[in-house]
């Protein structure tokens, strides 16, 4: 197993459009962008998703669907979720989650079967 898409330490003029990915185990993401190292300066920069799609394989969650540690100039365009399957009883997870990010900017984009839609985390 695996999270859909892993990015590590990216920086600068980072863009993913129209990228689906579906059936992610509870325990991974569907897109997983972080540092490989611990430290208040070691951030990432500049990433762009735009019409980016994430779905679970199961209505158990342990990880976001989407998840940001140290990036700043986070721009994400229309952007889906759906963190559980849809019409489980009880909705599990975090859609998105942004941990010590900086630069914010969400345009269009929706969750569904998320316990917390946005979870903002300095």
Do not use: W
């Amino acid at each position: 197993m695996a999270h859909g898409l892993l990015g590590i330490r990216l920086y600068d003029q980072v863009s993913l459009r129209n990228v689906e990915i579906k059936n992610v185990h509870s325990e991974y993401s569907g897109f997983r962008f972080a540092q490989d190292k611990e430290g208040y300066n070691v951030i990432g920069q500049s990433l762009l998703l735009e019409n980016c799609y994430a779905e679970r394989a199961t209505n158990i969650a342990v990880t976001p669907m989407y998840y940001f540690d140290r990036y700043q100039e986070v721009n994400l365009i229309g952007c889906k979720s759906f963190s559980s399957v849809p019409n489980s009883d009880t909705p599990q997870g975090d859609a998105f989650y942004l941990k010590d990010c900086k630069g914010i900017s969400f345009t269009g984009c929706s969750a569904a079967f998320s316990q917390n839609a946005i979870t903002l985390e300095a």
